[in-house]
């Protein structure tokens, strides 16, 4: 059965020719130029493109925290994890994940079990199960997510949180980042559920939109949305034809557009300015399992695109927000915009389908 998470993209095409294009940045915001030791440095110089509510004067990051994938007892060998601080308030506020290819992906966490274990001074780790939903553990095996996981067999090692490397944004940064588009749409959040131990994180992204922008429907849930389907007889494993039949079904046969191949920035950044958010089913390569995410908005600079999304698998509240941070290192302003936004989201990199 395929599970999903919400992803939406949208961009204007029609600015491009009015905008000016620009030089190669400065050597400091390439990614390809650091090491795994220098991930501070890179995310010190591309920090300023998520919106993080603190004064950056008071924020650290946290030494390196392994990423792990229980369910198969290994870590993810090709992220980095950082945790974000806010001295001042002593809180743990954000997480960073950097992967090899130099996608970022920013959570807010201080209503999440990471800013309670952090002000509790307990050491913890992190990762997934099996269905992609997020796991923390302490001490003692002793799990803080709402997922059932035996550690009995598993290894893996817990650290406190300390706040060890001052953020520092290079002169440079500020002066060379153009902001050429910008939009983010609220939406109420919707959490995943399982039902007879499936996922069900689409069910979850369909409700979100349809809650905000199908005309009569208010209050749906995942649950609420599962039984549709059961009782129009479509299905319930969150397939493509599922999915569409439902949305147009929802949405009164307004017009739903799919697309089956990765969208650009400027088509995702023109579908949010119509106020349509973006359903996107993700895949991993040679794993049948799925999510969904919804795509509310997105940031294109001259040094990155910054996607931002309602993941259903996170948190219900109102900083379950992610952000996937995508370079446009060395492009012109207009090439920017045309370039596909390469998905790579929690390991996530096969764009299945999106509806708007």
Known sequence: MNVFKFFSLAIVVGVITSLTSVGALADSVEYTDFVADNNIDYINSV???FEIDADMDNLYLTDEFDKYQFNINSTVDNCSTYF???DEDDQMIGQFEVYD???IIYSDVREMPFNRLYMSNKPFAYGY???GSLVI??????EYTDTLFDFSDTDYTVKLAEPTYRVVIPNNVNAVTTTIANINLSVDHVHNVTIGGEGKCWAACVAMKANREANGYSGLTATSVN???ITYGIGNSGNASSVGYLLNHLFNNQTITQVNSPMTAGDIYNALCASKTIY???FKPNVEVGHAVLIKGITVT???TTVRFEDPNYYPSSTSTRYDYNSNYGLTIPECMYKVFNLDYDDYTIWGHAFY
């Open 47 to 49: 920090i300023s493109n």
């Open 84 to 86: 974000l601080i806010d």
């Open 101 to 103: 290819n130099g996608h």
């Open 129 to 131: 199960d099996e269905y």
């Open 137 to 142: 553990v302490s001490e003692n095996d002793e």
């Open 227 to 229: 039984q549709m389907c």
């Open 280 to 282: 996107l089913a993700m």
């Open 302 to 304: 001259n040094i990155g």
